[in-house]
């Protein structure tokens, strides 16, 4: 592999784990579309023996996976809730997980309403409190989730504070780095122990498939998650783990279009009259600025605002061209959305239910001007 030799994040995108096809040359990995390999000798594969425990085409994905966030191995999975899931499945009951109060619905929802029949608690907070952070903790506490930026509104918690509260209990600290992805923030390199991603959003970048992936340098982990995920079998099939491979191979480019775009677009709705307040943590006055420019390369492709009221919210999501009302994020294409009815439904009611005011976009690699533009004439 080339890996062996030290390359930069842009190179190893497209190098790590895709050398030509031994055989034919072939410069794309080949979609291993098989369930099942045929074994020389009885209980003696050649590498492989069933496609739930390994695929040639997933085994290159990991591997670039592992590579970028700087990790020793690499898990893909058949949905970022599929990672999330096998993931929480290496706890007992009785265990405890510290969340933060701003997290992706799917994953509160899998806390609050799947995970606690099976005797797993937590606990929300403020992780930017680093005081109530910390007294958050408990005996009983195994994990600490992270998410920085949040979703839906872009703060920004410091990993290596997160990381140093989790070990001081003896707690893991598990970052989702979806809405950073490995080009802008590696937070393996911050402390902490295990990352995450939705392969679907950036990783993946074109709204073509559904995937997860699970990276750490912790043997012990390695070797529960192996187990588990072969257990439980939330794995990703290989054309999906050829089009995520496709997408990472572009990764550094997009990323520097995406944050060029989704600052242009603050900017704009910063000093727009009908916008209330503006989430972007490249925005001075974000509260997570500082921390941000600390541990980030630059600052994302998300950017979410609130207008006067819940029909407004509306009217404005409906009035758009080019950004498409649509859920998902981290495509090429631009999207919008209101997270209460749609993205964050799930948590409506709970401690994470945001306003109805708020709009969530996902600024595409479109010209920033044509996207200023887009916006204003649906502000009106």
């Not at 005081?131 to 600490?144: I, K, P």
């Not at 944050?259 to 503006?278: M, N, S, T």
Request: with cysteine.
């Amino acid at each position: 592999m080339r890996d062996e030799t030290p390359m930069r994040f842009e190179t190893r995108a497209i190098h790590v784990g895709q050398d030509p096809d031994a055989e034919f040359g072939a410069v794309n990995v080949p979609i291993y579309q098989t369930s099942t390999y045929a074994q020389p000798a009885v209980g003696k594969p050649k590498a492989y023996d069933y496609a739930r425990g390994g695929n040639p085409t997933r085994e290159a994905l990991q591997h670039v996976l592992a590579s970028l966030e700087g990790g020793k191995r690499a898990l893909s999975f058949s949905s970022g809730l599929g990672a999330t899931t096998t993931l929480l499945l290496t706890l007992r009951p009785g265990d405890h997980v510290v969340l933060a109060d701003d997290v992706y619905g799917g994953t509160y929802r899998l806390l609050a309403r799947v995970m606690d029949a099976w005797g797993l608690t937590f606990t929300t907070v403020d992780m930017g409190d680093l005081g109530a952070f910390a007294n958050a903790m408990r005996e009983q506490t195994r994990l600490v989730w992270v998410e920085t930026p949040t979703n839906p509104f872009l703060k920004v918690f410091d990993i290596a504070e997160a990381a140093r509260i989790a070990h001081e209990a003896g707690a893991r600290c598990v970052v989702d780095n979806t809405f950073a992805t490995p080009y802008l923030q590696r937070p393996l390199e911050l402390g902490a122990d295990v990352v995450v991603h939705s392969v679907t959003k950036y990783l993946g970048g074109h709204s073509d498939l559904i995937g997860g992936a699970i990276v750490t340098s912790d043997d012990e982990l390695i070797e529960r998650l192996t187990f588990m995920q072969n257990a439980a079998g939330a794995v990703p099939g290989p054309m999906d783990c050829y089009l995520a491979l496709r997408g990472v191979k572009t990764l550094a480019v997009r990323m520097q279009a995406h944050c060029r775009g989704a600052k242009a677009v603050a900017e704009f709705l910063q000093a727009h009259p009908k916008v209330v307040r503006v989430h972007y943590p490249g925005l001075p006055g974000h509260p997570g600025f500082e921390v941000a420019v600390r541990q980030m390369q630059d600052f994302g492709g998300m950017v979410s605002f609130e207008v006067g009221g819940r029909d407004e919210a509306i009217r404005v999501v409906e009035s758009t061209k080019l950004f498409f009302l649509a859920e998902s994020l981290g495509g090429v294409e631009s999207l919008i959305e209101v997270p209460a009815p749609m993205t964050h439904a799930s948590v409506a009611g709970s401690p994470l239910a945001v306003p109805e005011t708020l709009i969530r976009l996902s600024v595409g690699i479109e010209h920033p001007d044509d996207l200023v533009a887009d916006l204003e004439q649906a502000l009106g």
